[in-house]
């Protein structure tokens, strides 16, 4: 019987004792005040959209935080404060024992700028596919694609991101436009050629068949007598020399 009563016993002391702890610390957060705030912010691809100097700034345009009490600051508030940064993606806040608010922060990552006109301001698209405004500090080396919108831009983000993993094709994408129909021409980093790709449908078999062309051209040596190489076409590559 006693054997049985133990564990019991044992259960009700564990959680008199955590609701012990639990009201103490309650209560002693309710005694406790900020000493400071640590931010760090996530570093991608050697790219500083956002930097810990930013972010501490925008929070402490709100809350000098060092002095306040832990209980009067609101974690959802910060979290607002920090996200009013464009380019900042995801953020994790937590008070720390060493009663220092500890913030973490990863920046949204550009693929491509879009450049919709000569009267409108350039923008970034993102990993999702959202506009990002450019920032005053620092310029992302992506490829440009020239649209009319960011909707119309669409098939040309779907190329960059296909093939933005890939560094042969990476480092070869300088530019996309956007024609009124919407097929896609690229501008290349090497040769003087077009290259017109229309949809991105078989793009692996485009891109093959464009790389053994370009292979042959440079072994060749008449690389740049082309200006326009054509995809469009299936299983084919037409190209039009200079005249």
């Given at each position: 019987m006693i054997q049985r009563l133990l564990p019991?016993?044992?259960?009700?002391v564990l959680l008199g004792t955590t609701g012990t702890l639990v009201g103490f610390a309650l209560h002693a957060e309710k005694e406790i005040i900020y000493v400071g705030l640590e931010v760090d912010v996530k570093e991608i691809k050697g790219?500083?959209?956002?930097?810990?100097?930013?972010?501490?700034?925008?929070?402490?345009a709100h809350d000098s935080i060092q002095g306040s009490w832990v209980e009067s600051v609101s974690l959802q508030q910060v979290d607002a404060w920090i996200h009013s940064i464009p380019a900042?993606?995801?953020?994790?806040i937590y008070p720390g024992l060493d009663r220092i608010l500890h913030v973490r922060?990863?920046?949204?990552?550009?693929?491509?700028?879009?450049?919709?006109?000569?009267?409108?301001?350039?923008?970034?698209?993102?990993?999702?596919?959202?506009?990002?405004?450019?920032?005053?500090?620092?310029?992302?080396?992506?490829?440009i694609i020239h649209a009319k919108s960011l909707e119309h831009a669409s098939e040309a983000f779907s190329l960059i991101q296909?093939?933005?993993?890939?560094?042969?094709w990476s480092a070869f994408i300088d530019q996309v436009l956007v024609k009124e129909d919407g097929g896609l021409e690229i501008i290349a980093r090497i040769g003087g050629a077009r290259i017109a790709l229309g949809d991105t449908s078989h793009l692996d078999s485009k891109l093959n068949n464009l790389l053994t062309f370009y292979r042959e051209q440079i072994r060749r040596g008449n690389l740049n007598e082309y200006q326009l190489i054509n995809l469009s076409f299936?299983?084919?590559?037409?190209?039009?020399?200079?005249y």
């Open positions: 019991i016993a044992m259960s009700v790219m500083f959209f956002v930097d810990a100097a930013g972010v501490r700034d925008a929070i402490l900042v993606d995801n953020v994790e922060v990863s920046q949204k990552e550009p693929v491509a700028r879009l450049h919709t006109g000569p009267n409108q301001p350039d923008s970034y698209i993102d990993t999702n596919g959202e506009s990002l405004p450019l920032s005053p500090y620092f310029t992302a080396r992506v490829p296909s093939t933005r993993k890939a560094p042969l299936a299983g084919q590559v037409v190209a039009q020399r200079y």
